[in-house]
């Protein structure tokens, strides 16, 4: 059975930083990519980050203040978020996806398994 549960989540101010994961089970992570997307009120949901075997990808919006990375030993996939800003306030998800066009990494269809998600709000 698959399942993906997201941790990490939180209140923190701006500027701050955070650390979400994503631990798997019911299958072997290596095999596969993890998307990390977010959902604030009354928006749409949002791909953040992306990692496969072999790639890396990030919304233009958080370049270079979030990393993916992933721990196969682990079954984990973590999102580090630095340099936060209140417009990242959202409910954090992770997604299990088989095969992708790594086109479409941003597009929530694409995903076959969701986590529960994770509340990150960023506020003085």
């Known amino acids: 059975q698959v399942q993906l549960v997201e941790s990490g989540g939180g209140l923190v101010q701006p500027g701050g930083s955070l650390r979400l994961s994503c631990a798997a089970s019911g299958f072997t992570l290596d095999y596969y990519g993890i998307g990390w997307f977010r959902q604030a009120p009354g928006k749409e949901r949002e791909g953040v980050s992306y990692?496969?075997?072999?790639?890396?990808y990030y919304a233009d919006s958080v370049k270079g203040r979030f990393t993916i990375s992933r721990d196969n030993a682990k079954n984990t996939v973590y999102l580090q978020m630095n340099s936060l800003k209140p417009e990242d306030t959202a409910v954090y998800y992770c997604?299990?996806?088989?095969?992708?066009?790594?086109?479409?990494?941003?597009?929530?269809?694409?995903?076959?398994?969701w986590g529960q998600g994770t509340q990150v709000t960023v506020s003085s």
């Open positions: 990692i496969s075997s072999k790639s890396t």
């Open positions: 997604a299990l996806v088989d095969t992708l066009a790594t086109y479409e990494w941003h597009n929530p269809d694409s995903y076959d398994y």
